[in-house]
């Protein structure tokens, strides 16, 4: 079993700054994708950031050049930095990791909320 615990969450004002962390521990059989996705009140779950195995990376529109993921592979951990924080990405941000069998594992989610 795997298990993933974010952390990171906070309040922040509108143009302020966040790092959240995803830490995986467990019976892990090779990490294929590390995704975070989020979850605004009433919205789906939205996929904003990833990164491959392979270390490459995609964003999505909303927050490409704000947001960025990187890993340090022997912490087991992926953090997505976020830089000018807006209201809209207030939501519940929750890290999604698949293994090399595809796997699909969940966190438990941290709250970001962006406000004045």
């Known amino acids: 079993q795997v298990q993933l615990v974010e952390s990171g969450g906070g309040l922040v004002q509108p143009g302020g700054s966040l790092r959240l962390s995803c830490a995986a521990s467990?019976?892990?059989?090779?990490?294929?994708?590390v995704g975070w996705s989020r979850q605004a009140p009433g919205k789906q779950r939205e996929l904003v950031a990833g990164?491959?195995?392979?270390?490459?990376?995609n964003f999505a529109n909303a927050v490409e050049g704000r947001f960025t993921i990187s890993r340090n592979n022997a912490k087991n951990t992926v953090y997505l930095q976020m830089n000018s924080l807006k209201p809209e990405d207030t939501a519940d941000y929750y890290c999604?990791?698949?293994?090399?069998?595809?796997?699909?594992?969940w966190g438990q989610g941290t709250t970001v909320t962006v406000s004045s």
């Open positions: 999604n990791l698949i293994d090399a069998y595809s796997r699909s594992y």
């Open positions: 467990g019976s892990i059989f090779g990490i294929a994708f």
């Open positions: 990164i491959t195995s392979d270390g490459a990376t």
